[in-house]
Nanobody, 115 residues
Framework: QVQLVESGGGFVQAGGSLRLSCAASGSIFSINAMGWYRRPLGKQRELVAMVATSGNTNYADSVKGRFTISRDNAKNTVSLQMNSLKPEDTAVYYC?????????WGQGTQVTVSS
């Protein structure tokens, strides 16, 4: 099993920045990819960004150029720097990790962007 604990999030005005962090513990040897999903109110959960152990990244088109994902394999952490935030970025953000043993999720953290 893998446990994911998120920190960061909160309330910010449009154009502002926030940083999310996630720490993994447990069977971390089984993790390949780590990243972030989000679920806007009333909508389905969607990919925000993922990073593989190799460092390869994948971003949703809606956040490219504004969000940056980074990973520290030694510390088993993944972070998401979110700049130029928009009201449509408002959502619950979930840390995610995956590998041969399955997919794992954090508890979620709220990000609210006011216009």
């Amino acid at each position: 099993q893998v446990q994911l604990v998120e920190s960061g999030g909160g309330f910010v005005q449009a154009g502002g920045s926030l940083r999310l962090s996630c720490a993994a513990s447990g069977s971390i040897f089984s993790i390949n990819a780590m990243g972030w999903y989000r679920r806007p109110l009333g909508k389905q959960r969607e990919l925000v960004a993922m990073v593989a152990t190799s460092g390869n990244t994948n971003y949703a088109d809606s956040v490219k150029g504004r969000f940056t994902i980074s990973r520290d394999n030694a510390k088993n952490t993944v972070s998401l720097q979110m700049n130029s935030l928009k009201p449509e970025d408002t959502a619950v953000y979930y840390c995610a990790a995956g590998g041969p043993t399955g997919s794992y999720w954090g508890q979620g953290t709220q990000v609210t962007v006011s216009s």
